[in-house]
């Protein structure tokens, strides 16, 4: 700026030199605070944050440059004596007092542990934006009178993957989660079908002996890559409040003849043990491929040997509170003794999030992002067909944007609806190529109605 001083010029080039140099940047912030020019100060100390979240100056020069009170202890201050005037009386010298006798010397205490430092609190941008409303704009805006909304769910859909916990080993089963289909943004077709078909009957245990209803089979998601599957089927079993257990090809192969089948024998004794228990079989087209079409006989005794895990036939009580939910992103290529009655015989299909879902995942993943005016409803309606993961890239190919301007011209700006729509025209919906090849088998290999689900879609969309 022309009327800045030589010193804040020459420190802002500094730190356009050295941009992760949070003392120097934080110089910057309070030599701006000294000049009144808070609202500069504040997007200095935002960007401080980002590299440094947990830097207690970073956080006082921010709530300094807000205006919020201080966080941190208060230090009481000494009031200094009040000056005597000239011509006043001096006040009496206080009477001498004779020493004390010396005590004798006490045993030497060890001084007492220290507490570790408290953990700073989370910066509270919800609390900021009522502070300096007519500082700095609001961080989410509402839509017009023709867009779907802004407001989303407070819920967050990671339907990426990237919030996972990540697959467990085969022995290594997860305790009753909190996650719920309720933290499942949008998506009520989904939640749905799960409730009539799969939920239901086992919440109402009495109902289920009335009608002579079995829990017996498991349920198989299928759909784009990047959808939510595994975050989906978490849900259930937390819904269901029982234990979680991920399997993968990697837990099951294995180099020695005879192990594989082992593996897969062990992963369903250890989840009968647990019960109530939910087994998920992550990518079973690797796991379940058609054997007609393998040429490894390892692969082929897998799947024999899954058949026989999944009927339970050599187990006593058989699979009495074990619940088997796969996922598979091209369940044509499930070996069709897997899909029959009894076993994995229902299927749901998870399509790419709806507009609500859509706003939950990029709250969710815009929520730690320094963004200003940003309308939600509006970036749902331009990301259709947009999967989880398709939208966590658009948010952090934003912030790209919004970082390498900021490096260019030396001023530190917020993320702007102009970064987002600029990202979501230059990224494709990963989902189109899935359903390009989905679209061939809803039409010609559609046998006994298994996707009616799918081509229904493709009829709406307008995608045959």
């Given amino acids: 700026m022309a009327d800045e001083s030589p010193l804040i010029r020459s420190l802002r080039a500094a730190v356009a030199a050295a941009p992760g140099d949070v003392p120097l940047r934080l110089h910057v912030a309070e030599l701006l605070l000294a000049e009144g020019r808070n609202d500069e100060a504040v997007a200095e100390a935002a960007v401080a944050l980002q590299h440094a979240p947990g830097d207690a100056a970073a956080r006082a020069v921010m709530a ?9 202890p208060a230090t009481p201050e000494v009031s200094a004596a009040p000056e005597r005037p000239d011509n006043a009386p001096a006040a009496p010298a206080a009477p001498e007092v004779p020493p004390a006798p010396e005590a004798p010397d ?13 953990a700073p609190a989370p910066f509270d941008w919800d609390a900021a934006e009522r502070e300096v409303g007519d500082v700095v704009g609001p961080r989410f805006v509402e839509s017009g009178p023709d867009g779907d909304g802004g407001g989303g769910l407070e819920r967050p859909l990671t339907a990426d993957g990237s ?5 467990a080993s085969a022995w290594d089963v997860d305790a009753p989660g909190s996650v719920r289909l309720a933290d499942v943004g949008g998506m009520q077709q989904v939640k749905d079908r799960l409730e009539a078909a799969f939920l239901a009957p086992m919440r109402n245990p009495e109902l289920r002996r009335l009608y002579g209803k079995s829990l017996r089979g498991g349920l198989l998601l299928y759909g784009p890559p990047g959808c939510g599957k595994t975050f989906i089927a978490r849900a259930v079993a937390g819904e269901l409040g029982a234990s979680f257990l991920s399997v993968s090809l990697s837990d099951i192969l294995d180099m020695y003849i005879g192990t594989s089948e082992k593996n897969v024998h062990d992963i369903f004794e250890t989840a009968r043990r647990q019960a109530p228990c939910v087994v998920f079989l992550d990518e079973l087209d690797a796991l379940g ?9 390892g692969l082929r005794n897998v799947v024999n040997q899954l058949l026989t895990e999944l009927d339970g036939v050599d187990s006593g009580p058989g699979n009495d509170g074990v619940f088997v939910l796969a996922a598979t992103n091209v369940p044509w290529d499930v070996d069709l003794a897997l899909r029959r009655p009894g076993r994995l015989d229902r299927t749901l299909l998870v399509l790419p999030p709806d507009a609500p879902a859509r706003e939950a995942i990029l709250r969710y993943h815009l929520r730690e992002r320094p963004i200003e005016a940003v309308d939600l409803g509006k970036l749902a309606k331009v990301t259709e067909d947009f999967s989880g993961a398709d939208l966590a890239h658009l948010c952090e190919t934003a912030a790209e944007s919004a970082l390498l301007d900021s490096a260019r011209t030396g001023t530190v700006r917020m993320i702007g609806m102009k970064d987002l729509l600029g990202a979501a025209k230059q990224i494709k919906p990963s989902s189109e190529s899935w359903f390009a090849a989905a679209r061939n088998v809803a039409m010609f290999a559609n046998d006994g109605g298994t996707y009616d689900d799918l081509l229904a879609y493709l009829k709406r969309k307008r995608k045959l």
């Fill in 163 to 167: 919030g996972d916990p990540g697959d």
């Fill in 289 to 297: 491929a058609k054997r007609s079409r393998t040429h490894h006989s």
């Fill in 64 to 72: 300094r440059a807000m205006g919020l009170p201080a966080t941190g």
């Fill in 106 to 118: 006490a045993p030497e205490v060890p001084p007492a542990p220290t507490a570790p430092p408290a």
